[in-house]
């Protein structure tokens, strides 16, 4: 959106073009400046030049696209909500069927993708699916931008093709930790991915790989930690996170979130540690099989892969 925004327009111009789409929206949250006033130059530059408006380089097609900008709500990633606050409502999570494809923004057959998705298009459409499948291994093909964070002497932002290693990404690319210390975990997909451990770094990054482990590629992002990390902290905030971002509209997320901090509350006091585990990983059961979306059904990924790999930070009492 920042370093090619026409990439993004053509891929999403040709998609509204081949379901015969005649609105588009960009929706980009506010935190992102720099992305709203890209966009917005490409825009009008498209316009102008013809290949948005009424008449689509004299095709007779009309295909208009505009940037919407959210407040920031976690939440507005599940695609419904997005559609909620696109209509000016509360970012709050649809029932569904119908599907967004049936039945989305403002009534209207609707079809909702990522940026990376509607970006890929143009390159398939001129050098061919055999191009494009030709990076990356099985399943996953094509290229992720993976965002290096957290405790990594080189954070930033790296293009592969799907099938590198965390442990090329980590050491060849981000240079081990800032601290110097062991890496012990990275948590891949965002705040609701799963906790990795160091014994599994030579995972290749592709969605079936991570799968396999129990875990999920989710955007491409990738944070690390050293060994100096309390994972039953990190679990804990995973909890914190989804009963902040809740939309409050099912049970499961609403308030197994906010049980789910006061459970790890006890376990990191020392408080019936066994007993109080059992019932967060029951409540992890619950969350996962009963949310409405993702907010929710995600939440107990890092809270079990830190119960599953890293149990003696949760044996331990300490001060809060």
């Given at each position: 959106m920042e370093g090619d925004p026409f990439c993004l327009i053509e891929g999403m111009t040709i998609a509204a073009l081949a379901v015969g789409a005649t609105q588009g929206f960009i929706y980009l949250r506010a935190e992102y400046p720099h992305a709203q006033r890209s966009l917005q130059r490409a825009?009008?530059?498209?316009?102008?030049?013809g290949y948005l408006g009424n008449?689509?380089?004299?095709?007779?097609?009309?295909?208009?696209?505009?940037?919407?900008?959210?407040?920031?709500?976690?939440?507005?990633?599940e695609e419904t909500s997005m559609l909620e606050s696109l209509e000016g409502r509360r970012g709050e999570v649809r029932v569904r069927p119908p599907l967004p494809a049936v039945k989305g923004l403002f009534g209207k057959p609707t079809i909702v993708n990522n940026v990376i998705s509607f970006a890929s298009v143009p390159v398939i459409l001129e050098r061919g699916a055999a191009h494009y499948k030709g990076f990356g291994m099985g399943k996953s093909r094509g290229t992720l931008p993976i965002q290096l964070a957290g405790n990594i002497k080189r954070g930033g932002l790296i293009e592969r093709a799907f099938g590198v290693t965390l442990k090329e990404l980590l050491y060849d690319y981000g240079g081990g930790s800032a601290s110097g210390r062991p890496l012990r975990a990275v948590q891949v997909g965002g705040p609701l991915g799963a906790y990795i451990p160091a014994s599994q770094f030579d995972t290749v990054v592709?969605?079936?790989?991570?799968?396999?482990?129990?875990?999920?590629?989710?955007?491409?992002?990738?944070?690390?930690?050293?060994?100096?990390?309390?994972?039953?902290?990190?679990?804990r905030y995973a909890m914190e996170f989804c009963a902040l971002e809740s939309c409050g509209k099912c049970t499961p997320c609403r308030i197994g979130s906010q049980r789910g901090v006061e459970i790890m509350d006890r376990i990191m006091k020392g408080e019936e540690t066994d007993s109080n585990r059992a019932l967060l990983e029951e409540l992890c059961e619950t969350m996962l099989h009963g949310s409405l979306c993702g907010l929710g059904g995600m939440t107990p990924f890092p809270v079990q892969s830190a119960l599953k790999?890293?149990?003696?930070?949760?044996?331990r009492a300490r001060p809060q």
């Open positions: 825009l009008s530059a498209a316009e102008a030049a008449d689509i380089r004299g095709s007779g097609r009309r295909f208009k696209l505009e940037v919407r900008l959210g407040a920031g709500a976690y939440i507005c990633g592709d969605y079936e790989a991570l799968a396999a482990i129990g875990a999920l590629l989710g955007h491409g992002g990738i944070v690390a930690f050293d060994d100096t990390v309390d994972m039953a902290h990190m679990a790999h890293f149990p003696e930070d949760f044996r």
